[in-house]
C-alpha cells in the first residue's frame, strides 16, 4: 500500500479539505499512469451534504466517480439506505474500499469496479458524485446532460463551468454544489387544454433556466417564473384584465402533461431549437 500512504501523507499536509488551487496543483504529479486526479479524500462532513443535497434514500443509486478509499459509495449505503457503485482506477485504492464495505457491513450494496471514469457507463444511476477538477467535471458533463431528467449530481468543491448549480452549500471550508439533470424542453409546442383549446408554447432553454411565450386566441403573453427542475416544468401567464393562471406539468421526451388553473393540459412538440 505504498501509494496510498504516500497519497495519504500528502492530504495530511494539505489539511482536511484543501482549497482548490492546492489540487489542482497535485495534478502534474504522477499518482498513475492513466489517472486524471490525485486522490484527496472529501471530509465526513462534505460527503453527508452531498448525499443530503441529492435527497439519497434507498431507492437510489449512486455512482461515486473516482471513488478513491470508497467513502462516499460507503455512506450512502451506510447512512442513506442506498445501493452504491464506486469507480476507481487504483487497484490498491479498490482493495481498500472493499475491506471498509466488509468492515462496514455493507458489501451486499456496494461494489467497487475498477475502471476509467471516462468510459464506464454509468447511464443507471439515480445520483453521481464527484470529486474532480473542473475541467474533468466539464470533460464528463455531456454525459451527465444525457442522463435521464431528475438525476442529481453532487460535486466537492469543483463546479460544471457555466452550468449553474441547483443548490449550493458552505461545510466548513469546502463547497458543495449540486446539479439536477435537466428535460429538454426547448423548441415550439402545441398544448391542448380541457375545455379551452389549443395554445402554442415557444420554450428557450439554457440548461434548467426557461424562458419563452404562449399564444392563444391571437394573443402572445410571455410566460412568468418559468422554471424547470428535472422533469417538472412550472410557469404561470397573466393575460388581459390580470387575469393570472398558473401551470405545473411532466415532461416526457416530445409530450408534457399537467395542470393550469384547475384544468389539464397536454402538450406535444412539433419543432426543435
Not at 114 to 123: L, P
Not at 141 to 163: C, K, N, Q, Y
Not at 196 to 215: H, K, P, T, Y
Amino acid at each position: 500500500m505504498t501509494r496510498i500512504l504516500a497519497r495519504a501523507a500528502v492530504c495530511l499536509a494539505l489539511g482536511a479539505s484543501p482549497a482548490h488551487a492546492q489540487l489542482e496543483a497535485l495534478t502534474p504529479v504522477p499518482v498513475l499512469p492513466g489517472k486524471d486526479v490525485a486522490w484527496v479524500p472529501t471530509p465526513d462532513a462534505a460527503a453527508d451534504r452531498m448525499l443530503s443535497m441529492a435527497q439519497v434514500g434507498p431507492r437510489d443509486l449512486v455512482y461515486d466517480l473516482g471513488s478513491g478509499d470508497g467513502k462516499i459509495a460507503i455512506m450512502a449505503a451506510r447512512r442513506f439506505g442506498a445501493r452504491a457503485v464506486g469507480v476507481e482506477y487504483d487497484p490498491e485504492l479498490l482493495e481498500a474500499s472493499r475491506e471498509a464495505a466488509r468492515r462496514e457491513g455493507v458489501a451486499d450494496r456496494v461494489r467497487f469496479a475498477q475502471g476509467d471514469i471516462f468510459e464506464h457507463d454509468f447511464r443507471e444511476a439515480t445520483v453521481v458524485t464527484l470529486y474532480l477538477l473542473t475541467t474533468l467535471n466539464l470533460k464528463l458533463r455531456p454525459r451527465i446532460l444525457e442522463m435521464r431528467p431528475g438525476t442529481r449530481v453532487a460535486s466537492h468543491m469543483f463546479r460544471m463551468g457555466d452550468w449553474p448549480p441547483d443548490e449550493s452549500a458552505r461545510v466548513g471550508s469546502s463547497d458543495v454544489y449540486l446539479w439536477i439533470v435537466p428535460a429538454r424542453v426547448a423548441g415550439t409546442w402545441v398544448m391542448t387544454r380541457t375545455p379551452s383549446g389549443a395554445a402554442e408554447l415557444v420554450l428557450d432553454q439554457r440548461f434548467q433556466r426557461i424562458s419563452g411565450s404562449m399564444r392563444a386566441a391571437g394573443e402572445t403573453i410571455a410566460l412568468d417564473q418559468a422554471t424547470l427542475r428535472g422533469d417538472e416544468i412550472r410557469f404561470a401567464v397573466t393575460g388581459e384584465g390580470g387575469r393570472r393562471e398558473a401551470f405545473v406539468g411532466r415532461v416526457a421526451g416530445d409530450r408534457m402533461t399537467g395542470e393550469g388553473g384547475a384544468q389539464p393540459w397536454s402538450a406535444v412538440r412539433v419543432r426543435t431549437r
